[in-house]
């Protein structure tokens, strides 16, 4: 099964500050790229995890008595950690977004390049697929899902043309989507606008940004003392939870601080923004927008 190579791989696993005989935590298996280069660096008695939720990464799964591999979304890795005997690691890698196979896939439906029908589930047992959100939620739920996770202006209208739309013909596949929202789609933004309607669309089938928030708020609990975390994100919307977590322990606003005004947080930043080389881009067109994000334990 063809997977392409893994963003920033280099970069992200000398993040996590490998020890030799650690435990440490790949959430976002996919094709294994990451797993195998932290695989390459642990010892004998060192130990992975890797959690992926979708079916077709269970087949890349690497023959090596260090590693398991466990099939849930990591929204829950705290739990099943503890189902394994672990309660605390040394490190957890993380590279957030569509994997360029779920991409290249076309039946899967996360593409904008092929016509397929409404899918967009990364874990293929899950009950809502695009095909719900589009022919099922309301005009004023759609215009929430594209203005928050598309940050689309025109959400509004977007919804009320698909709402109208739907009345007459329910709409089974992305071509078909894209003739309906064809007033929005300025030929030389066509792309751009299609790319934020699918984003938008992905991350409501995903829960994509209640399973980062879920997940974020355990990692302090299951990192040992220095242990490190090493993110990549791909959208504004991860970039600035993951940020801002880094640098609060919180989602918004500000912590409590004491009288002299200091206030205590879980984590503290590694070195800054770590962002691909022009020769990366070059070669891997995904790598364009990830942004690259390294926290240690308090």
Do not use: C
């Not at 790229?33 to 979708?54: M, P, V």
């Amino acid at each position: 099964m063809e997977y392409h190579n893994p963003v920033l791989l280099k970069e992200t696993v000398d993040g996590l500050n490998i020890i030799e005989n650690g435990v440490y935590v790949d959430v976002t298996f996919g094709g294994g790229g990451h797993s195998k280069e932290i695989l390459k660096r642990l010892g004998t008695n060192g130990k992975l995890y890797a959690f992926d939720q979708d079916q077709d990464a269970l087949k890349n799964a690497i023959d090596d008595e260090r590693f398991t591999l466990i099939h849930e979304n990591f929204r829950y890795v705290k739990r099943f950690l503890r189902f394994y005997g672990v309660k605390q690691v040394d490190g957890i890698l993380a590279d957030f977004g569509v994997s360029s196979h779920q991409f290249d896939v076309a039946e899967r439906g996360f593409s904008t390049r092929f016509e397929a029908d409404l899918d967009m589930r990364m874990n293929q047992q899950s009950k809502l697929s695009a095909y719900h959100v589009v022919n099922e939620y309301d005009e004023e739920q759609l215009r929430q899902v594209l203005w928050q996770y598309g940050e689309l202006r025109q959400a509004p209208a977007m919804a009320r043309v698909i709402v109208e739309h739907r009345a007459n013909e329910i709409i089974k596949t992305s071509e078909q989507l894209k003739t309906v929202l064809k007033r929005f789609l300025q030929h030389k933004k066509e792309n751009k606008v299609l790319a934020q309607i699918y984003q938008a669309i992905r991350i409501e089938v995903n829960q994509e940004i209640e399973a980062l928030k879920e997940f974020l708020t355990q990692t302090p609990d299951v990192l040992k003392p220095s242990g490190r975390l090493s993110f990549i994100s791909y959208h504004s919307l991860e970039d600035r939870l993951v940020k801002r977590f880094i640098r609060n322990g919180l989602f918004e606003g500000e912590p409590e601080r004491d009288v002299f005004g200091n206030f205590e947080v879980p984590l503290k930043k590694v070195n800054g923004l770590i962002v691909p080389s022009k020769e990366e881009i070059s070669k891997n067109n995904r790598a364009r927008s990830a942004k690259l994000r390294i926290a240690e334990k308090l």
